[in-house]
């Protein structure tokens, strides 16, 4: 949902104020900002109309998980009011804008009506009485086992079911020993460091339903590459939903009966929250629940265009037929026999006969005594965070482990290592290459269950977001379809010794493609006469046995002239048995010679298709059973006859919801084909390139229709991270190696920084050049050197070059895909490499590397037929993409990437490379406290483990004593959500968001993030003053600010904060770099060698209705009276109206404030921010170059400022300005 949703509910929502339908309001309209909503609301007892104002603040979430603060600017508002406001805040969950209105109102009148009637305390009071948490009862009922409902008990649906629950259950139904089965095993969930989301009754008075288990992204520590490649973002949440169809069975009650008893059923995706709208999961287990849709279509297409909710992710379709087969029967096996869970799908998969026999059992199964009563547990794998523990293996007796706690452990473990695992039988690989994609083993049988499952990527969706990506890899599996040179199939006049081979690796086996078999020397083709101008075959009187086996209307077949190369290919119509007569529709052509040129040869116009004799082919033969030869040329056959990827997206755009195999231009051999060439690949690729321009065909239509052309594919605008000085090439981002590839190349980088002793340039870039027919087997298997294809002269290793002539020289072109838009001639990949030559195996004429962390894959270059060397391609800015993203850079204004002098890469006309900052993944050198322990560490997530889950739910769960529903969420105390900062038991994983690189540009201050001791600043305790209200609005702006942060380049971003040093939510510190190096202050900064303006932000109780109080902590600017500027007063506090009660509104994001300050930093009206030049001679005469505490303002000095400040300008002083800026 969007804004345009929200405006609609408030236009919705004011018509039925306007027809008197919400007591006491009297109009709703939109507000000054996107999500604000503005509500009057009047009563008798008032002197005048109430001012309230709503603002949605996850409005992308609108309706199920957004969350509307409130708040009045009215100078004086009713006690009664204010408390009422207060009251309805912790409510406003998930609700639209007319359910919003209804429930402040009510809330209103019930204040306003206790208030009249003199009656006592506030109903928020009431509810902050009583914020002891009850006692957990853990005791477990003695009757237990006697009072489980059998699996036998009907459950009758009610005619009208509770508000919420799946099943339809009432009170009567409910079985207290298992309900607190159920909590306790639902908080071991919690404790462990997942969120639990009570979705329908289940646990609350039902036990059956849905519950909701997630875990946020970034907590998995895998490498932005890797989430990239998998379209996950690390702000979303890995979800399981389980749905107890019958009531719910504990592990102890499992693991004692058969496996076809235990009635749960499993759904894997992502979630922008830590749970799906309870609707979602309606529709996700309305088959398994009987519940009633329209149509199943319909239920698809609401769930595909559902963005904001719960999704699949790439390995659901298969994680979830993992689960269902084989979860329970693993569970039981460990159990039984101690084995992990790699062991026990071993033995599963072999005793059901789904192994070949001579894999035999894995080593440590061998000899085991399957009866053994005391099995040995086997430790899971090294893991961070939830992932520490195995629940399963725990010295606990059944009846104390939790089930849902076991399947979330699985299916997180499975999700983290998802790359080492086979998609179909879920058998670890053996493969020695490391992947950033998941696939299938090489069992053919798997390969197979894959594709006619549909366990791999949606095609479809590939072709949408990335068109030109897979337009590379058809082209680059065509090239690789041909033979290997020097081993093409010889002549009967020939003789060799050395069979022929693909330039491929490893052909497909397992597609069971049927094809047309054109090299078969011993087969006897058809004959038939072709007529009507090829639209009908009148096959010869022996071919009428054929009917019978193959010829039938929807199949394919090929025919060609006798002693001819090319055939045409043709879907069947309609088939007359009687005439021997098919009538056919030809959907393309293909060269059928075995060798074939490098420039294909155009499809001949439809009149020279004559009429004659013809030999006919059936697509009958098994691609399986060809040799490796005859299946390059069915795959060449096959490729010949698949339509343009650009003609394919644009049938996809008019035809949502459909598949491939619906286009009738593609036969089911060319749509397996397609859908085995994208998903097994193994690499992470997206286009920068989205200009049609770049397709040849296209190339008439440009000039005075430039950008009306729409762009190429849907996804992400990549303009900015185009490398300047490579004009006729097509650019691809490009990465490689398995999830943590980047983790191992940065540990490298470290180990040899701190080794070296590097202060900047830890990197160097160069090419690497391959012929055109190996690229498809790159990038599958890596860019290794197990084959020699061009000598070795200077040792082994991957040779790199610093100049693209050199590499072109190694990029042979080779056979050209005759229907792709891009049509490739040759290949460049550009790479980083670790600053140590003289650790290389050769650093002239060429790098040779061994060390295979040492470098990565960071682009791959395609030159194309229609842009030659000679032909300049689509410039900077020419045709971009409309509505994808901000306006660019400027070269000129673009910040690059720093090249040591010695070891520049260059482009063509042997020019330095420009390569883009912000297309390189951003770190630290030198870093020795990156990833030290501290008793704050993870704070963002600590805060966002206890900010979005439902108090109710918590309340649910951790109250065994309460059978009935609870009404109202219990309140905690103030002071806890703040304190748990620093006592909140949460394992600390190593964060991966971006730092920022030690040298970054000339023009821009050095500014190194860590660099700063923040033992030398004051740190405050938590306040004793924190709110529940406050909490929260704080804990969701960090989490927006990581998020913010940890997908902005620091340098354009132009602020930091260490989250990990977050110890006290309601102060900050936050460090202002980056300065525009015209700027006095920047010489300023440079020549005192200060990289950062240390700003601190103090939180008061009434946040985010009063502002916070921001000053400069260090060092000491040159005051106003003495020519300074920048809005910073004498006591360093700073001096912006937006900072007062005047100014100040709660719809202000922290980022906004951050902008502002900053931009007030360097305004040079009426004079520029300028250092006290003093305290910079201090700091000198020290032999110091770094400000430090000698520099800082206190904060008495800074409230005094402001005060003055404020009352010179006329501003409103906060009424709690000293409570604020105290901490206390």
């Avoid at 890995?238 to 009635?263: A, E, G, H, M």
């Avoid at 090249?899 to 770190?923: D, M, N, T």
């Avoid at 030049?1173 to 206190?1194: F, I, N, S």
Wanted: aromatic content about 8%; overall charge negative.
């Amino acid at each position: 949902m969007s804004l345009k949703k929200l405006k609609s509910d408030v236009a919705t929502a004011a018509k039925k104020v306007a027809a008197n339908g919400i007591a006491g309001i009297v109009s709703v309209t939109n507000g000054d900002s996107d999500g604000e909503v503005v509500i009057m609301y009047r009563h008798e007892s008032l002197a005048a109309d109430v001012r309230i104002q709503a603002l949605a603040q996850d409005l992308g979430d609108y309706p199920d998980g957004n969350r509307f603060l409130l708040w009045t600017d009215e100078s004086d508002p009713a006690p009664h009011v204010v408390a009422a406001i207060k009251a309805a805040q912790d409510y406003l969950v998930g609700m639209s804008v007319y359910e919003m209105v209804s429930e402040l109102a009510s809330r209103l009148d019930k204040e306003i009506r206790r208030a009249l009637d003199g009656g006592g305390e506030s109903a928020t009071e009431a509810e902050q009485g009583n914020d002891e948490p009850a006692q957990d009862d853990d005791d477990y009922d003695a009757a237990y086992d006697s009072d489980y409902p059998s699996d036998g008990d009907e459950f009758g649906l009610p005619t009208s079911a509770p508000r919420g629950s799946l099943f339809g259950t009432t009170p009567t139904e409910l079985n207290k020993p298992l309900l607190q089965r159920i909590r306790r095993d639902l908080r071991r969930v919690k404790q462990a460091g997942y969120k639990v989301g009570l979705l329908d009754g289940f646990g609350k008075d039902d036990t059956r339903g849905v519950v909701s288990l997630s875990i946020r992204i970034d907590k998995l520590a895998i490498s932005s590459q890797a989430l990239e490649a998998w379209d996950v973002n690390p702000t979303e949440y890995l979800v399981l939903l389980l749905c107890f169809v019958k009531p719910y069975q504990p592990l102890d009650r499992i693991l004692n009966q058969p496996v076809s008893q235990t009635q749960v059923k499993f759904h894997v995706g992502k979630c922008a929250r830590y749970k799906p709208s309870i609707n979602h999961a309606r529709r996700l287990f309305a088959d398994d629940c009987s519940l009633a849709l329209a149509s199943s279509t319909a239920r698809a297409k609401h769930l595909d265009s559902d963005s904001d909710d719960f999704q699949k992710l790439f390995i659901s379709n298969s994680l979830e037929q993992f689960l269902r087969e084989s979860f329970v029967s693993l569970l039981k096996l460990r159990e039984s026999r101690g084995l992990g869970w790699d062991e026990a799908n071993e033995l599963l998969r072999t005793s059901i006969g789904l192994c070949s026999e001579d894999q035999g059992l894995p080593e440590p199964l061998q000899g085991r005594d399957s009866g053994c009563s005391s099995p040995v547990k086997v430790s899971a794998p090294e893991h961070h965070g939830p992932l520490g523990r195995d629940h399963l293996m725990e010295n606990l007796p059944a009846s104390e482990r939790s089930f849902p706690l076991i399947a979330m452990q699985f299916v997180t473990r499975y999700f983290v290592d998802c790359t080492k695992y086979c998609l179909r039988c879920h058998r670890r690989l053996k493969e020695d290459f490391e992947a950033l994609r998941p696939y299938v083993c090489a069992d053919g049988l798997c390969l197979f269950q894959y594709m006619a499952m549909g366990l791999g990527p949606a095609i479809e969706h590939e072709i949408l977001t990335e068109p030109y990506v897979v337009d590379l890899l058809v082209s680059l599996c065509y090239a690789a379809a041909e033979p290997h040179p020097g081993s093409l199939r010889p002549t009967p006049m020939q003789q060799s010794t050395t069979p022929p081979k693909l330039s491929m690796r490893t052909p497909p086996v397992g597609l069971r493609l049927r094809v047309p078999h054109f090299s078969n020397a011993t087969a006897d083709p058809l004959k038939a006469i072709t007529a009507a101008g090829n639209t009908r075959l009148v096959l010869e009187e022996g071919g009428a046995r054929r009917f019978d086996g193959g010829l039938a209307p929807g199949g394919w077949l090929a025919f060609r002239k006798p002693g001819r190369t090319v055939a045409h290919h043709a879907r069947i119509q309609e088939v007359f048995k009687a005439t021997r007569t098919v009538i056919i529709e030809v959907k393309g052509h293909s060269d059928t010679s075995s060798a074939k040129s490098w420039n294909p040869v155009p499809p001949p116009p439809p009149n020279a298709l004559e009429d004659g004799i013809v030999d006919v082919f059936l697509y009958d033969t098994d691609f399986d059973a060809l040799s490796d030869v005859d299946k390059g040329i069915a795959i060449r056959n096959i490729l010949d006859t698949l339509p343009p990827i650009l003609d394919i997206e644009d049938w996809l755009a008019d035809h949502p919801y459909s598949s491939i195999r619906d286009m009738d231009r593609i036969s089911p051999a060319a749509a397996s084909l397609l859908q085995w060439i994208v998903s097994s690949n193994r690499s992470c690729i997206f286009q920068v390139d989205r200009s049609r321009e770049v397709a040849g065909r296209w190339r008439g239509q440009i000039g005075a229709s430039a950008g009306t052309l729409p762009p190429a594919g849907r996804g992400r605008n990549r303009e900015h991270e185009r490398i300047l000085g490579m004009d006729g090439w097509v650019q691809f981002r490009f990465a490689q190696g398995s999830p943590d590839k980047e983790l191992r190349f940065n540990r490298a980088l470290q180990e040899v920084a701190a080794r070296k002793h590097m202060k900047e340039n830890p990197t160097i870039f160069a090419w690497h050049g391959s012929r055109l027919s190996n690229w498809h087997s790159i990038l599958r298997t890596g860019l290794d050197y197990r084959d020699v294809t061009s000598g070795r002269a200077f040792g082994n290793g991957v040779y790199f070059s610093p100049r693209s002539s050199i590499s072109t020289g190694y990029a042979y072109m080779g056979s050209q895909w005759p229907n792709s838009d891009l049509r490739i001639t040759s290949c460049l990949s550009l790479n980083e490499i670790i600053n140590a030559p003289d650790e290389f195996v050769s650093c002239t004429p060429h790098y040779v590397v061994s060390q295979p962390d040492w470098h990565q894959c960071r682009y791959l270059f395609v030159q194309t037929q229609s842009f030659g060397p000679s032909r300049p391609g689509p410039q900077r800015g020419q045709n971009l993409p409309r509505k994808q993203g901000p306006l660019q850079q400027s070269a000129s204004s673009q910040t690059f990437y720093p090249q040591p002098h010695s070891h520049q890469v260059y482009g063509q006309s042997e020019k330095p490379l420009k390569i883009p900052l912000s297309a390189i993944p951003l770190r630290t050198i030198n870093r020795t406290d990156a990833v030290a322990p501290g008793p704050a560490k993870r704070t963002v997530q600590r805060l966002e483990e206890s900010d979005d889950e439902d108090a109710e739910e918590m309340a649910i769960l951790f109250s065994d004593d309460k059978l009935d529903t609870a009404q109202d969420p219990p309140k905690k105390k103030s002071a806890s959500r703040a304190s748990s900062v620093v006592t909140a038991e949460v394992e600390d994983i190593v964060a991966t968001g971006p730092p920022t690189p030690a040298s970054i540009d000339h023009l821009l201050t050095d500014f190194v993030p860590g660099s700063l001791d923040l033992s030398t600043l004051p740190r405050l305790a938590p306040p004793s003053f924190a709110t529940d209200s406050g909490t929260k609005s704080l804990s969701r702006e960090l989490v927006r600010l990581q998020n913010i942060q940890a997908t902005t380049p620091l340098h354009e971003l132009g602020w930091y904060m260490d989250f990990d040093q977050v110890s006290n939510l309601y102060q900050w510190i936050v460090e202002l770099h980056s300065f525009d190096a015209s700027l006095p202050l920047a010489r300023d900064m440079k020549k005192s060698g200060i990289g950062s303006i240390v700003m601190e932000v103090r939180f008061g109780p009434d946040f985010p209705f009063s502002p916070p109080f921001v000053r400069v902590v260090r060092p000491r600017f040159l005051p106003f009276m003495n020519g300074g500027g920048g809005h910073v007063t004498a006591g360093g506090a700073m001096c912006m109206e937006l900072l007062t009660a005047t100014g100040w509104s709660p719809a202000n994001s922290m980022e906004s404030v951050f902008l502002q300050v900053r931009v007030a930093l360097c305004s040079t009206d009426p004079q520029p921010a300028r250092l006290d030049p003093a305290v910079l001679q201090m700091g000198k005469a020290r032999g110091l170059r770094q400000a430090g505490p000698w520099m800082d303002y206190g904060i008495a000095e800074a409230i005094e400022a402001f005060i003055r400040a404020a009352n010179a300008h006329g501003w409103t002083v906060p009424a709690n300005l000293r409570v604020t800026a105290n901490g206390v």
